[in-house]
């Protein structure tokens, strides 16, 4: 609930952004691109849900809609930094306890968190 809740949160602000500066096409991009995230998202959840959960999915879709805002160039560098961290999490977390379970949700909030500090 909190994800969507967000969601329309940011929604509502690049809109009214868009609509005071005139960018109609860099909100109809950032819609584009989140479509597309969450989309392949939802397409992995779909095809093996035990590798990413429906709260990853959520989640990346007002995450996207922010890092595409700001700056869509820094979205494939965004995924790229969280599948990392992810991986690396992963391994350690594999070595360490042989656990195979690790939450994919933090490393995309650090990683997007990153990325809007570096574009501003």
Same mark, same amino acid.
């Given at each position: 609930?909190?994800?969507?809740?967000?969601?329309?949160? $940011? &929604? *509502? *602000? $690049? +809109? &009214?952004? &868009?609509i005071m500066?005139?960018?109609?096409?860099?909100? &109809?991009? +950032?819609?584009?691109v989140t479509a597309l995230?969450? !989309?392949?998202? !939802?397409?992995?959840?779909?095809? =093996?849900p035990r590798s990413l959960g429906w709260g990853d999915v959520l989640l990346v879709t007002p995450l996207t809609l922010a890092v595409a805002y700001v700056a869509v160039e820094r979205v494939l560098w #965004?995924?790229?930094?969280?599948?990392?961290? !992810?991986? *690396?999490?992963?391994? #350690?977390?594999?070595?360490? =306890? !042989? =656990?195979?379970h690790v939450p994919f949700g933090p490393h995309l909030l650090i990683a997007a968190w990153l990325m809007l500090v570096a574009s501003v």
């Open positions: 609930m909190a994800t969507l809740l967000a969601t329309a949160a $940011i &929604a *509502v *602000v $690049i +809109c &009214a952004a &868009a500066n005139r960018e109609l096409t860099r909100v &109809a991009l +950032c819609v584009g995230v969450a !989309g392949a998202y !939802g397409l992995l959840h779909r095809v =093996s #965004w995924q790229l930094v969280a599948a990392t961290t !992810g991986a *690396v999490h992963a391994v #350690w977390v594999r070595v360490r =306890s !042989g =656990s195979s």
